[in-house]
Nanobody
Framework: QVQLVESGGGLVQAGGSLRVSCTMS??????????MGWFRQAQGKEREFVAA????????NYADSVKGRFVISRDNAKNTVYLQMNTLVVEDTAVYYC????WGMGSSRGGDYPYWGQGTQVTVSS
């Protein structure tokens, strides 16, 4: 069973930066085989795609709303994927979820990801 645990959320002022992390565990599962995605859900809104990275770590994929501000990366030695968020705006306030898909190629579709974390709250104040 794959387990994903997010961390690093919190309160930040608009214009600031924050990095959230997601660590995978699970016997018999190799993190380097998994494409990883970040999604977010603001209160009262549907879940939306934020960023994704392939199992090989190339070709990151970003939502237009975060392109140029957010950076997704992974450290296979630490079984961890990161989302560096810069120049944050109030509209970035949401619960951020990481998701995993074996041999994933950076899909933006949530339905392609069978494994999800519990989420971490990111709040951007004006």
């Amino acid at each position: 069973q794959v387990q994903l645990v997010e961390s690093g959320g919190g309160l930040v002022q608009a214009g600031g930066s924050l990095r959230v992390s997601c660590t995978m565990s699970g016997r018999g599962h190799d993190f380097s085989d998994y494409g990883m995605g970040w999604f977010r859900q603001a209160q009262g809104k549907e879940r939306e795609f934020v960023a994704a990275i392939t199992w090989s770590g190339d070709r990151p994929n970003y939502a237009d709303s975060v392109k140029g501000r957010f950076v997704i990366s992974r450290d296979n030695a630490k079984n961890t994927v990161y989302l560096q968020m810069n120049t944050l705006v109030v509209e970035d306030t949401a619960v951020y979820y990481c998701a995993a898909h074996v041999w994933g190629m950076g899909s933006s579709r949530g339905g392609d990801y069978p494994y999800w974390g519990q989420g971490t709250q990111v709040t951007v104040s004006s």
